[in-house]
Nanobody
Framework: EVQLQASGGGLVQAGGSLRLSCTVS?????????IGWFRQAPGKEREGVAC????????YYVDSVEGRFTISSDVDKNTVYLQMNTLNFEDTAVYYCALDPTYLPASAQAMGVKEYDYWGQGTLVTVSS
């Protein structure tokens, strides 16, 4: 059974930083997958934030987080990180990580919610102004 465990959320002041972690277990197809981070604010639809291909290491960020967030991977630990800097109130949301069983590179097309088959439970990030 594929499982994703997201952690690292919390309360932070505007301008601060947090690092989220997503640990994958039970996936038996080597590095042929991508991990995406998504977020959902109250009353809003879930949206993509960033993704990374475990196959070729390519990454993609949506415009709203480009330059502030960094996605990275520790293959030995089966863990993907999302370093979030210069947080602002609009970043407040429940953050989810998800797995897409693909070998394709990271891209805007890879950020679609429907591309991902397995989801973690979410971790809450609250940015105070």
């Amino acid at each position: 059974e594929v499982q994703l465990q997201a952690s690292g959320g919390g309360l932070v002041q505007a301008g601060g930083s947090l690092r989220l972690s997503c640990t994958v277990s039970g996936y038996t197809f080597g590095n042929n997958y991508a991990i995406g981070w998504f977020r959902q604010a109250p009353g809003k639809e879930r949206e993509g934030v960033a993704c990374i291909s475990q196959n070729d290491g390519s990454v993609y960020y949506v415009d709203s987080v480009e330059g502030r967030f960094t996605i990275s991977s520790d293959v030995d630990k089966n863990t993907v990180y999302l370093q979030m800097n210069t947080l602002n109130f609009e970043d407040t949301a429940v953050y989810y990580c998800a797995l897409d069983p693909t070998y394709l590179p990271a891209s805007a097309q890879a950020m679609g919610v429907k591309e991902y088959d397995y989801w973690g439970q979410g971790t809450l990030v609250t940015v105070s102004s």
